[in-house]
């Protein structure tokens, strides 16, 4: 059985730094993809980042060049580092994971269905 656990999630200020972590056990496939994605009140979810089992990474605009996606395969744990944290980035932040496709990870064609419980983030202004 496939379970992701999120942590990490605090209250900071703008302008500071946070490493949300997701322990996955469970899941044994050698070729996957793993991502962050995050929920606003009031906003849909939204992809975040994405790393796949080559180390391929992609991210959301918002979030490029301030956030950091990064799996660690001895401890199968996905780590996500976001610094210079603004008020909009504020929201539940979720962990998922599934087998790779013909799609990119970050493409909206592709499906995850393993999901974590969420950690949440709160930027204050």
């Known amino acids: 059985q496939v379970q992701l656990v999120e942590s990490g999630g605090d209250l900071v200020q703008n302008g500071g730094s946070l490493r949300l972590s997701c322990e996955a056990s469970g899941y044994t496939s050698s070729s996957y993809c793993m991502g962050w994605f995050r929920r606003a009140p009031g906003k849909e979810r939204e992809g975040v980042a994405h790393?796949?089992?080559?180390?391929?990474?992609t991210y959301a605009d918002v979030v490029n060049g301030r956030f950091t996606i990064a799996k660690d395969n001895v401890n199968n744990t996905l780590y996500l580092q976001m610094n210079s944290l603004k008020p909009e980035d504020t929201a539940m932040y979720y962990c998922?994971?599934?087998?790779?496709?013909?799609?990119?990870?970050?493409?909206?064609?592709?499906?995850?269905?393993?999901w974590g419980q969420g950690t949440q983030v709160t930027v204050s202004s």
């Open positions: 790393i796949d089992s080559d180390g391929r990474k």
């Open positions: 998922a994971t599934d087998h790779a496709s013909i799609v990119s990870c970050g493409s909206s064609l592709y499906t995850y269905n393993y």
